[in-house]
């Protein structure tokens, strides 16, 4: 049986950023898709104020089912993680393994705020307040991703990254069963991550 990966991407990203990864995953003969949620990458259009963790969860909820994809190693990568933790208390049944890639994880109710150091967030909501029209964080150069300046993709980055939805920060992930709904997990860490 041909194993399928679900590769979820965190803030600012679109399905787009695994291109190489899954790309690489496929070349194994692995089943791979990339969905991209409300508001961001090539869905940008529908950036709005009433985008909340639910609605992310929902977004890789409707994918994984629409797809009919079931036995799923589902990646969530930074912002990811409540997206993934989202559907595994939803759909447990689809999903056959969590992996948080320096994933965020919090608690039913917990806001992504709240995990963060406060400084971090008291810049990130003046932005959204100052250039944000309260609405969205402004798109941070690919540097503030590890990307630096010259390197092959810093362009490439730079035409794609997308104001985030700010509710996804502010809101707090609703959940019905214990975090991971019984689905096995690992956690892999990111060594030199700057976000």
Known sequence: MIKTYVLVHGA???GWCWRDVAA????????????T????????????KDITPDT???DIVNHIVTEELSDVILVGHSLG?????????????HISHLVYLDGAIVESGQRVFSTMPPDIVAARRKLV???????FMPT????????PEGHSLTDWVRRRITPHPAGT???GLKLEHPLGNGRPRTYVVCTGARM
């Open 12 to 14: 600012w990203h679109g």
């Open 24 to 35: 690489n995953l496929r070349k194994m003969g692995y089943h791979v898709t990339t969905p």
């Open 37 to 48: 949620q409300t508001g961001v990458g090539e869905r940008a259009r529908l950036l709005c």
């Open 56 to 58: 992310f969860v929902t």
């Open 81 to 93: 993680g409540i997206s993934i933790t989202g559907a595994a208390d939803r759909i447990p049944d």
């Open 129 to 135: 307040a100052e250039a944000g029209r309260g609405i």
């Open 140 to 147: 941070p150069p690919p540097t503030a991703f590890g990307i």
């Open 169 to 171: 920060y502010e809101s």
